[in-house]
């Protein structure tokens, strides 16, 4: 567990004590798929470190359109902010494949944080990093076509997986909801991209075969 805490920018460069301290006020959950972590308007009393397994974090607009805002996987980290707040969680956390996090509860974390200049630190990092990723997530869904929004996801995860040919975390379904488009316009981008020789498809790996041309689409040229 010390390892998976510590691949999470939230908890570099910590000693072992601090480590055991955090470990002393957390708890383990073990959620199956679909299980609900918590929905929005709830009170946020702990944030939690995926152990295992893998979640969605999303809103559901007033027409019951479902939009994903992020996946978590092993490391992630999920609710830090309403956490520091004092907020009630901002969005709804569900688990798209059985789950094992780690609770941690808010009270001891803050109590923790007074005391600890390098976890204070690590703690405006991480909040930096969701915000850049929250900005890519507001570009692409204003800025550009769902083709755009595709181009980018798949070189995006190209450079996360380091590897041209790269296993989509999302089926089809979910990927619709996460570009905020239904799945038969996302199933057409696909197609397209295969018949331009950009990428191949196999199940949910992905192979980029033309990668400047992937960037050109990304780009909109």
């Known amino acids: 567990m010390d390892k998976i805490l510590r691949s999470n920018v939230f908890f570099k460069n910590l000693s072992n004590e601090d480590i ?3 470990l002393n006020i957390s708890h383990k959950i ?19 470190i995926v152990l295992s397994g893998k979640m969605k974090v999303f809103k559901i607009s007033p027409s019951g359109k479902e939009q994903i805002l992020h996946i978590m996987t092993s490391g992630d980290l999920i609710a830090e902010a309403p956490m520091f ?23 001891g974390f803050k109590n923790l944080i007074i005391n600890n200049p390098n976890l204070t630190m690590n703690i405006l990092s991480a909040v930096s990093f969701r915000l850049r990723n929250f900005t890519s997530l507001i570009e692409a869904l204003s800025l550009k076509e769902v083709s755009g ?3 980018s996801y798949l070189l995006y995860q190209k450079e996360a ?10 089926t089809r379904a979910e990927l619709s909801k996460y570009f905020g488009t239904m799945p038969e316009t996302l199933s ?7 018949n331009l020789n950009i990428i191949s498809t196999n199940n949910k ?16 040229i």
């Open 20 to 22: 055991a301290k955090i």
């Open 30 to 48: 073990e959620l199956d798929n679909n299980q609900i972590l918590f929905t929005e308007g709830s009170l946020a009393l702990n944030l939690f």
């Open 85 to 107: 707040a004092g907020l009630d969680y901002p969005a709804n956390a569900q688990c798209i494949e059985k789950c094992t996090l780690l609770a941690i509860d808010r009270e």
């Open 149 to 151: 929004r595709l181009a």
């Open 161 to 170: 997986q380091k590897s041209s040919k790269i296993e989509l975390p999302l």
């Open 188 to 194: 057409r981008i696909f197609t397209k991209f295969q």
């Open 205 to 220: 790996i992905v192979t980029i075969l033309d990668e400047e041309g992937l960037k050109k689409q990304a780009w909109g």
